[in-house]
């Protein structure tokens, strides 16, 4: 089959979304078999494959042709900046309506568990050094090296948590009633079917994306970086939405927090590897628009971790970032992306300067074994 390229940007984009649900109802039953701080990880992790297959192969041609080198770090900047500019406002204020419905009082502010710094930590350390990417127009491979080597510390520091039971709704819940061998085996033909899927789609489903937009008139670049993020985290934004409207604001906060970490470590230093085996050199470099575009989503990074450091995600702190998300789509130059950063910039500042007793324990938490800043 060689459908036109909307009907193939339509076909593609629906089975990239099915196997992502098929991947993260699996990764939630497997919490019964993979407990404790790991779990979560786990899952936010899965959840997110379908969205490093496009990613990766943009990054991979662009290793043999340039003219996908402008895609390379689209769908990465756009996924980053739709988690914490969507994903996180929405859980707060889900979680904030939740409560009070419950509660029958006023609620202002969701709470984070102490052992959400450690998460806090790992973001807030490869967010800064995120900056070095449009400070150089570049990701050269021995950053990516050094991304990927903070990522294995993340999953080797989260393995030391507590065990937890999981606490699974819906399709995940049913799958993980059935007998521990049949859960197993349910659990492992889902993954396999996904990732089979998602190997067969991810590039007609990139492509698609370039040639839809010719065809359909509309910015390639746009296409590239908000179209296929909304695919393939839409089941991790529905299992985070499910969570906060069932009063689980925390655990769901924790979920999209952890793939905050996945994208900005696991994500960002597996491109320059995929260029490279593309027939790339040792770095992906970067033209004006992606730096810019790489400059928001580090800005905006800082912002929300600055904001709750304290472990308090107030509903303004999640307004602020939903109302500069959606300004985003109305500026079109590069003086008006540089104004953005800059706001992103302040409010991180001042968001710092009123939370810098907790800036230290955020920053040592990954290295500490209670998780709070203290050994």
């Given at each position: 089959?060689?459908?036109?390229p909307i009907a193939a940007l339509?076909?593609?984009?629906?089975?990239?979304?099915?196997?992502?649900?098929?991947?993260?109802?699996?990764?939630?039953?497997?919490?019964?078999?993979?407990?404790?701080?790991?779990?979560?990880?786990?899952?936010?992790?899965?959840?997110?494959?379908?969205?490093?297959?496009?990613?990766?192969?943009?990054?991979?041609?662009?290793?043999?042709?340039?003219?996908?080198?402008?895609?390379?770090?689209?769908?990465?900047?756009?996924?980053?900046?739709?988690?914490?500019?969507?994903?996180?406002?929405?859980?707060?204020?889900?979680?904030?309506?939740?409560?009070?419905?419950?509660?029958?009082?006023?609620?202002?502010?969701?709470?984070?568990?102490?052992?959400?710094?450690?998460?806090?930590?790992?973001?807030?350390?490869?967010?800064?050094?995120?900056?070095?990417?449009?400070?150089?127009g570049q990701i050269h491979l021995?950053?990516?090296?050094?991304?990927?080597?903070?990522?294995?510390?993340?999953?080797?520091?989260?393995?030391?948590?507590?065990?937890?039971?999981?606490?699974?709704?819906?399709?995940?819940?049913?799958?993980?009633?059935?007998?521990?061998?049949?859960?197993?085996?349910?659990?492992?033909?889902?993954?396999?079917?996904?990732?089979?899927?998602?190997?067969?789609?991810?590039?007609?489903f990139a492509n698609s994306l370039?040639?839809?937009?010719?065809?359909?008139?509309?910015?390639?670049?746009?296409?590239?970086?908000?179209?296929?993020?909304?695919?393939?985290?839409?089941?991790?934004?529905?299992?985070?939405?499910?969570?906060?409207?069932?009063?689980?604001?925390?655990?769901?906060?924790?979920?999209?927090?952890?793939?905050?970490?996945?994208?900005?470590?696991?994500?960002?230093?597996?491109?320059?590897?995929?260029?490279?085996?593309?027939?790339?050199?040792?770095?992906?470099?970067?033209?004006?628009?992606?730096?810019?575009?790489?400059?928001?989503?580090?800005?905006?990074?800082?912002?929300?971790?600055?904001?709750?450091?304290?472990?308090?995600?107030?509903?303004?702190?999640?307004?602020?970032?939903?109302?500069?998300?959606?300004?985003?789509?109305?500026?079109?130059?590069?003086?008006?992306?540089?104004?953005?950063?800059?706001?992103?910039?302040?409010?991180?500042?001042?968001?710092?300067?009123?939370?810098?007793?907790?800036?230290?324990?955020?920053?040592?938490?990954?290295?500490?074994?209670?998780?709070?800043?203290?050994?």
């Amino acid at each position: 089959m060689h459908p036109n390229p909307i009907a193939a940007l339509l076909i593609y984009g629906a089975a990239v979304v099915a196997a992502s649900f098929l991947l993260a109802w699996a990764a939630e039953a497997a919490q019964i078999d993979v407990s404790g701080g790991l779990a979560i990880a786990v899952l936010a992790l899965v959840v997110v494959l379908p969205e490093y297959a496009v990613d990766l192969y943009f990054a991979y041609t662009a290793g043999h042709d340039p003219a996908y080198l402008h895609y390379a770090a689209a769908n990465m900047t756009g996924s980053n900046r739709l988690l914490m500019g969507i994903g996180w406002p929405l859980v707060v204020l889900i979680s904030i309506a939740a409560a009070k419905r419950v509660t029958g009082k006023p609620v202002t502010a969701l709470a984070l568990e102490s052992g959400n710094r450690v998460e806090l930590g790992f973001l807030l350390v490869a967010g800064v050094a995120a900056f070095v990417i449009p400070a150089t127009g570049q990701i050269h491979l021995v950053f990516g090296a050094a991304l990927l080597a903070w990522f294995g510390f993340y999953l080797y520091r989260l393995t030391r948590g507590d065990v937890e039971q999981p606490d699974l709704i819906g399709t995940a819940a049913a799958i993980g009633t059935l007998p521990d061998r049949a859960r197993r085996t349910t659990v492992i033909a889902m993954v396999a079917v996904a990732a089979a899927v998602i190997v067969a789609c991810a590039e007609p489903f990139a492509n698609s994306l370039v040639h839809a937009g010719t065809e359909l008139g509309v910015d390639q670049f746009l296409l590239v970086q908000w179209v296929a993020p909304l695919a393939t985290e839409a089941p991790e934004f529905t299992i985070a939405i499910i969570f906060a409207a069932r009063g689980k604001g925390t655990a769901a906060i924790a979920m999209l927090i952890s793939s905050k970490v996945n994208q900005w470590t696991l994500l960002v230093g597996s491109l320059p590897l995929a260029y490279l085996a593309g027939g790339g050199g040792p770095a992906l470099m970067l033209d004006g628009r992606q730096v810019e575009e790489m400059l928001l989503t580090a800005t905006q990074t800082m912002m929300g971790v600055a904001l709750i450091l304290a472990l308090r995600f107030h509903r303004r702190s999640a307004a602020a970032l939903l109302a500069l998300f959606i300004i985003q789509f109305a500026i079109t130059s590069t003086q008006g992306r540089m104004i953005l950063c800059g706001v992103y910039a302040v409010v991180a500042a001042v968001a710092l300067t009123l939370n810098r007793r907790q800036l230290v324990p955020t920053v040592t938490a990954p290295f500490t074994r209670d998780g709070d800043g203290h050994r």
